[in-house]
């Protein structure tokens, strides 16, 4: 599995713009998202398909506040630093800007 372990990068959207900490894990065999966004109630996830290509995560998930729309996140790990975005329906892409390692 790729990247697991906690991590911080800088966004900027109109609804939020500072440092998100997130946690990948290990969720019996497949991937798992926790989410921090300070100041904001992170809805429930759901992971529908995660695909591992070399160093690069793509994921489909959906959330409780956009029902039946998909949310693509695509993550590439070079050591303790990523980058990547969101694919967010009404939003468009997020990028992540300093993506690091927080802990293991």
Request: net charge negative; proline share 4%; with cysteine.
């Amino acid at each position: 599995m790729i990247g697991l372990g906690k991590w911080a990068c800088n966004v900027n959207t109109m609804f939020f713009s500072g440092e998100v900490k997130f946690t990948i894990f290990d969720n019996n065999g497949t991937y798992g998202f926790d989410l921090d966004i300070p100041g904001i109630q992170v809805p429930d996830v759901t992971v529908k398909e995660v695909k591992e290509d070399d160093d690069t995560i793509e994921a489909v998930v959906q959330t409780s506040l956009l029902p039946g729309k998909d949310i693509e996140l695509v993550v590439t790990v070079d050591g303790d630093e990523f980058d990547g975005f969101l694919k967010i329906p009404f939003i468009g892409k997020v990028k992540f800007k300093d993506g690091h390692r927080i802990a293991e």
